[in-house]
Every structure is written in C-alpha cells, then in structure tokens.
C-alpha cells in the first residue's frame, strides 16, 4: 500500500524477482512511478478499506507493506490485515516513534523512520571503535561493537556488564567467537558484541572508552 518513491521501489523489485504483486494507492497517478514495463496490479482506492484490499487478492497474500505517506493510514491497513485477513507476513512503516512503539506492542512488526534514519546516521559519524552491527526493525535495540580501551583488560565480563548495565551477547576473541562464560575476562585485542538499547549506546561507549570505576 502506498505508490511513493518507497512503495514503488518495492513493488519493482518484488515483481522483477518474480512474486505476484499488486500495489494499492488513492491517487491513480502515483502509478507513474512504477517501471514501463511492471507487471503487476495497480488498485486505486484507500488501502485501509476491506473492499479495495479484496480487489487487490488480500486474501490470497503472503505478504503486506504498509508505505503510504500517513501514519496513521498504515497503522490501520497492517491491523485490518494482520487481524481480519490472517496474512503471515505484515509490516507498516512508521514515522513516529511512539506510534511505532504502540504497533509493535499491537504485534505489528514496523520499520520506524526517524529511528532508522538516525541509527544509520549515527553508525557513519561513531569513531571506529564502537560500530552497531545489527538493529531491530524498529531501530530500538541494536547489537553493538565496541573495543574497550585497554584498561579494561582482566575486567570480569559481569562487571562489563553491572557498569555498562548492558548484556555482553558474545565476545570475538582471535578469529573465533564465543559466548562468555560467568568467569571470563577482557582481554587484549577483545571485541564485545553488546545488546543496547538505541538511545543508551552513547552512554556504553564512553564508559567503555574510559578506564573502569571499579574492578571486581
């Protein structure tokens, strides 16, 4: 749903790599965007509403994005569809935050804008040290790379973890990755892959970039 430069990129790939597609947008016009030589359906009408959706084979989907310009519109398109027509695979994209936080709490998987705008600009700016290698779709959590500053070393990994209040998922450690044990320790040249929360990966980063406070 939704014939935007997102929209019609996706319904391009999606038809060249051979699915069925039909794409859904109010204005007949936004049609323009697609290829000449798109194969697929196009359905004007407001992609929300059961009648145009049933036009464009909803009940035979697999799949639904939600694209259009509004919130608001595909906060209801992806429940409608998620909800009343059982489709496996939902996704709306989401501009602001809080009402992707309130999809997902309705189990509507969302690609949060603003979020993912940021965490992508972020990641080019951040030093080298400290590079996020995963994220969330709704660029909430990220898994994060960090080489702590060398007076870390022989620091316990729980105590990483207690001043970072962060979960060191897994430690890459001469070629070979693993997961720590309750007795493990930073050592030279570690890299510890952390489970962060957006908005506190600047905070883990500084503190991994200083000596610790204390050592236990």
Known sequence: MGCGRVGARLAGELDE????????????EAFERLDDDFSGQRVTGNGFHRSVLERAGIEEAYGFIATASGDNS???????VSQMY?????????????????C????????????RVSAALMK???PPNATT???DPTGRVGLCLIRPQSSWIGVPIETVEKLTKSKVAFVARLATVTI?????????????YLAIPREEETRV?????RAPEERK
Do not use: C
């Open 205 to 209: 980063r500084k503190i991994l970039s």
């Open 180 to 192: 720590p044990t309750k007795n493990a320790v930073v050592q030279e040249q570690d890299e510890l």
């Open 86 to 102: 059982q489709v496996e695979r939902v996704v709306a994209r989401i501009s602001d935050p809080e009402r992707a936080a309130f």
């Open 133 to 135: 290698v995963w994220d």
């Open 74 to 80: 595909n906060m209801v398109a992806a429940r409608t």
């Open 17 to 28: 790599a051979g699915h069925s597609v039909a794409i859904i947008d109010i204005d007949a």
């Open 124 to 126: 080019r700016v951040l």
């Open 104 to 115: 997902e709490r309705l189990g509507i998987p969302t690609v949060a804008a603003v979020l």
